[in-house]
């Protein structure tokens, strides 16, 4: 019987390198992915500073999210900047929207306020005054029809905000700020999920829709606290 060769004690250079390879490739799959730069991360614009969110979606430009994404908040307005200050204007007086800000979070504890507006680089100073006073700003993009009027309706985008924010912070009470009856079907939504809802209706009771008053929950008419809200020259 011949002997049987000696055992190499060092295993051959190939399974070496395929021990590394499985080694590598073990730890590449449970590292953290890491995205590659992209031109988000450059410094945005002076508008974008000011400005930024389209329909609630992050998007780091013009268009984007202005506020603190990340924290969870369980007193939600929603205010339709449009029907406000028509409603308000229609019935002959100015509202103070730093008031009207301190007036929400005393009365209803709102936490986070957000105003849906259209976005005009020619308002970016306002916008600025808004966010100091505590809104935070969701922009709707102006189009204009054939005689050149801005349009930007925004009650799609505080619909889909508002049906986002009740799945992702399960807000324990919210705000309507409209007299607008297209928010009924949100208004019966909330009531079908029990999220505790009030109405703050910038028009007088007699041109609040009946279809937000059909919803039976309580509606605040503006015109009630006037004196408290109204804009005065100081």
């Not at 007086?93 to 007036?103: G, N, Q, T």
């Not at 009470?173 to 939504?189: E, K, N, T």
Request: hydrophobic share 40%.
């Amino acid at each position: 019987m011949q002997p049987m060769p000696a055992r190499n004690p060092h295993p051959p250079r190939l399974l070496r390198r395929s021990a590394v390879l499985l080694r590598n490739l073990l730890l590449r799959r449970h590292a953290p992915l890491r995205r590659p730069p992209s031109r988000l991360d450059a410094p945005q614009t002076r508008l974008a500073k000011k400005a930024v969110h389209m329909g609630g979606f992050s998007v780091g430009e013009p268009g984007s999210r202005m506020g603190h994404m990340s924290q969870s908040h369980t007193n939600i307005a929603y205010t339709d900047g449009a029907n406000l200050h028509k409603g308000v204007g229609g019935s002959g007086w100015k509202l103070d929207y730093k008031r009207f800000r301190s007036w929400m979070r005393q009365k209803f504890g709102v936490t986070t306020a957000n105003l849906f507006i259209g976005l005009m680089s020619k308002h970016a100073d306002l916008y600025t005054t808004m966010q100091a006073f505590g809104y935070e700003l969701v922009f709707k993009e102006i189009v204009y029809d054939g005689d050149g009027k801005a349009k930007g309706n925004c009650d799609a985008d505080l619909v889909l905000r508002a049906v986002r924010d009740f799945f992702e912070s399960k807000p324990a009470s919210v705000v309507l700020v409209s007299s607008d009856g297209d928010y009924a079907p949100l208004v019966r939504f909330w009531v079908e999920k029990q999220v505790a809802c009030t109405i703050i209706s910038p028009a007088p009771i007699s041109k609040c829709s009946i279809l937000l008053k059909r919803t039976g929950v309580p509606i605040v008419y503006l015109q009630d606290v006037q004196h408290k809200l109204a804009y005065t020259l100081k």
